[in-house]
């Protein structure tokens, strides 16, 4: 699999229900960040873990990140039909400087 | 809030033409990247820029891409000679410091080249 894999491709879910999207990646990391994209717009910046973290959250967004399997996940609480985007995981790799490599993102619909 | 701010929005040009996307990163950053999106594929690194020189560039980033900071408040990427394959979108993104991880993008220009 290549670095920064996002599943499912895509998920549909109704308003209030909550949305998982899982991203794995292959080498060690400094973090993994979580970005979202309306279709045809720019990346917003969600929500950041460092590798010695294992949990955090804003608001309604729940990030976890286990480095022995190399995976984390977005949990997003109580869906609203504005949160239909694409999100990205993106790693910041521990011998990269300061660039992201980013996954193929999964695009949530949330139907209301 | 400070944005990130591209110019212009849709680029269309013919292969084998110069482009340059323009870009104005926020005010007090010291950290500038270029980035693309190939449609339907992943967002891809291109170059970082710091204290007026390439700090990191990717394979992608070859001898026809050129990355510019004229002014003190635009940064530039310039394709010399554009290909098909550059069609993309591009997005330019900024950071305070290398402390702080989060990346500001700006909303990006659609190159398209005929």
């Known amino acids: 699999s290549q670095q920064g894999e996002e599943d499912p491709q895509a998920l549909s879910i109704q308003e209030g229900e909550n949305a998982t999207m899982n991203c794995s990646y292959k080498?060690?990391?400094?973090?993994l960040q979580w970005y979202r994209q309306n279709s045809g717009r720019g990346l917003v910046h969600l929500i950041l873990i460092r590798s010695n973290e294992r949990e955090k959250h804003s608001g309604r967004l729940r990030v976890t990140l286990d480095t022995s399997k190399k995976s984390s996940s977005l949990l997003i609480t109580a869906s609203r039909a504005a949160d239909t985007a694409s999100y990205f995981c993106a790693t910041e790799k521990k011998t990269s400087g300061s660039r992201l490599t980013f996954g193929e993102g999964t695009q949530l619909t949330v139907n209301p | 809030e400070p944005e990130v701010t591209q110019t212009p929005s849709h680029q269309v040009t013919q292969m084998g033409q110069e482009v340059i996307l323009r870009c104005v990163p926020i005010?007090?950053?010291?950290?500038f990247y270029w980035y693309r999106q190939i449609l339907g594929q992943k967002v891809e690194f291109l170059v970082s820029?710091?204290?007026?020189?390439?700090?990191?560039k990717s394979e992608i980033f070859d001898d026809q891409f050129s990355v510019e900071r004229p002014d003190g408040s635009n940064f530039t990427l310039k394709i010399r000679s554009t290909k098909l394959e550059d069609s993309a979108m591009y997005f330019c993104a900024s950071r305070p410091d290398r402390v702080s991880e989060k990346l500001f993008f700006g909303s990006g220009t659609q190159l398209s080249v005929l």
């Open positions: 005010s007090n950053h010291l950290y």
């Open positions: 820029f710091y204290n007026n020189e390439i700090s990191e």
């Open positions: 080498t060690s990391i400094n973090n």
